[in-house]
């Protein structure tokens, strides 16, 4: 059952670290793009990563909650998969890129020296599937990360404030998908009462550089923007992201076309969420339908 399963996130890409473990990398569409120029993803414009050098992946393929816009597939949780020690899992990442990346070699649009570049990866994003904070080393993991100089994005939806102040990222994602908890459940369809937990965790952002993702759902979770004012307000974050809901993957099947916001919507939501907040516009992807705001510019 579990070998089936791996085999069905092999299909979408995924490079598992070893057979039947729960750690894989699978190099994201940015990745691909900026190997033959066809541009960045917008977090090279907010950030200044370098998308053919970046490595997405998961130390675990677990999450505790089940958001209608996951665009993953919640079939392929594996609990019962086994866990990698986090030296296990660095050694595994630039044969991983590598391999995941070796198609691009041949590739006439692709200049010899980007590819080469792309070899070894500077920065990892911890964000490709499930939750980092069910993994019980993430610390030791990203600190191991920092000592071998990579970067670290670490991507979470908040629900464990313990496990994340342990952790060190170059820079900390954590999800607000509602500005209320009758929202939260109906969005997010956590696996308990985790509420309060992402309050707690956006409460602590100031401790590092960190950002506020809202995934905005049209006629969804699209509401209240003074609530979300009011929690980002005592946040600290460095940053807060709006961005647009993409009706991709496995989300077409829980959510509507209709449930994807213009980017012109995106950009109102975050103009009032300013409004009830003290950050301001920094800069914006209609590509990505995205727009970056900044604590006090
Ligand atoms: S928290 Fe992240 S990985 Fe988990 S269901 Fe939500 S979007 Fe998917």
Redo the contacts with the bound molecule.
Sequence with gaps: MRLKRCEGLKRQGYQFVKPGSSAAVKPCLWCKRSLTGGGQCYKHQFYGIESHLCVQMTPTLM?????L??W?S?EYEEPDTFILQPHEIIEALPGLQKKALSGYKVNPHVPEERFLEALTPRHVAISL???PTLYPWLPELIDRLTEKNYSTFLVS?GTKPEMLRRCRPTQLYI?LDAPDKETYESL?RPSSDLWANVLTSISEMSRQRSAVRITMVKGINDHSPEKYGAILKDSGATFIEVKGYMYLGYSRKRLERGNMPEHTEVQEFAKSISEYSDYKILDESPLSRVICLERGV
């Design positions: 999450c505790n909650q089940r958001c816009f996951c993953r919640f599937s499930g939750e939806n999800s997010c």
